[in-house]
């Protein structure tokens, strides 16, 4: 059985030093006649920075936070997982390759909360995932090449991978993966990239939440009930 817990492990490995002032210039540099060298150099007053971005965000302009890159390493994730995230644009990933590194042993795999809390199905999870890595061991020793071994290996099978993106697709994915309505594990996974960087630039705080704190309203055909739904 893994011994890795459920929980993601979430790094934040790279980001622009002076991201408001970055981003403030861009804004800046659509209304003003100066350049954007010399807004650069002068952006000191983080308030004033931070009320023209905000105003900025507020009327739809996201292009001035594309600027934005920053770099996470992510592991102890299900296929499952990676699987979503990846379908997520303006974004690169590299993940750990099931081609190139071959498991030994029992690979590593995640547990959902709902099997976990079940004693007894838990305990044919376990069962199961053992027979998987059985016959896994069997096909690569028999010399079966591990890009078609892996054919056996199940999406609760543990990843690991750098994704880097810019500030509005990280918010998009926030909106998206922080509902109620996301599967789980991810909600999890982006909730610490979201905690990684707030880390580090606290005014991303109001702009890193489910998507019904920024609209005002629930827009999913189920709410969860924590905002009324959108009404015509």
Same mark, same amino acid.
């Given at each position: 059985? *893994?011994?890795?817990?459920?929980?993601? $492990?979430?790094?934040?490995?790279?980001?622009? &030093?002076? @991201? /408001?002032?970055? +981003?403030?210039?861009?804004?800046?540099?659509?209304? *003003?006649?100066?350049?954007?060298?010399? $807004?650069?150099?002068?952006?000191?007053?983080? &308030?004033? @920075? /931070?009320?023209? +971005?905000?105003?900025?965000?507020?009327?739809?302009?996201?292009?001035?936070?594309?600027?934005?890159?920053?770099?996470?390493?992510?592991?102890?994730?299900?296929?499952?997982?990676?699987?979503?995230?990846?379908?997520?644009?303006?974004?690169?990933?590299?993940?750990?390759?099931?081609?190139?590194?071959?498991?030994?042993?029992?690979?590593?795999?995640?547990?959902?909360?709902?099997?976990?809390?079940?004693?007894?199905?838990?305990?044919?999870?376990?069962?199961?995932?053992?027979?998987?890595?059985?016959?896994?061991?069997?096909?690569?020793?028999?010399?079966?090449?591990?890009?078609?071994?892996?054919?056996?290996?199940?999406?609760?099978?543990?990843?690991?991978?750098?994704?880097?993106?810019?500030?509005?697709?990280?918010?998009?994915?926030?909106?998206?993966?922080?509902?109620?309505?996301?599967?789980?594990?991810?909600?999890?996974?982006?909730?610490?990239?979201?905690?990684?960087?707030?880390?580090?630039?606290?005014?991303?705080?109001?702009?890193?939440?489910?998507?019904?704190?920024?609209?005002?309203?629930?827009?999913?055909?189920?709410?969860?009930?924590?905002?009324?739904?959108?009404?015509?």
């Amino acid at each position: 059985m *893994s011994e890795n817990t459920n929980k993601p $492990i979430v790094k934040l490995i790279s980001k622009p &030093e002076n @991201m /408001l002032r970055t +981003i403030y210039t861009a804004c800046r540099t659509c209304y *003003s006649a100066d350049s954007p060298i010399n $807004i650069y150099d002068k952006a000191e007053d983080n &308030e004033k @920075m /931070l009320k023209l +971005i905000s105003r900025v965000i507020s009327s739809g302009h996201y292009s001035t936070i594309e600027h934005i890159q920053v770099s996470f390493a992510i592991s102890n994730v299900s296929r499952a997982c990676t699987h979503q995230l990846v379908r997520h644009r303006h974004a690169s990933f590299s993940q750990k390759s099931q081609r190139y590194v071959k498991e030994k042993g029992q690979f590593d795999y995640l547990t959902p909360p709902t099997i976990e809390k079940n004693q007894e199905l838990k305990i044919k999870y376990d069962e199961f995932m053992g027979k998987i890595s059985e016959f896994y061991t069997l096909l690569t020793e028999s010399g079966i090449p591990a890009e078609d071994a892996r054919f056996v290996l199940p999406n609760a099978t543990s990843s690991s991978m750098v994704v880097s993106l810019n500030l509005r697709e990280l918010i998009h994915i926030a909106n998206l993966r922080l509902c109620t309505r996301a599967q789980d594990e991810i909600r999890l996974l982006v909730r610490l990239m979201c905690k990684e960087l707030i880390n580090e630039e606290p005014w991303l705080k109001p702009y890193l939440v489910p998507k019904c704190e920024r609209l005002g309203y629930c827009d999913e055909d189920k709410s969860c009930g924590r905002m009324a739904t959108r009404t015509n």
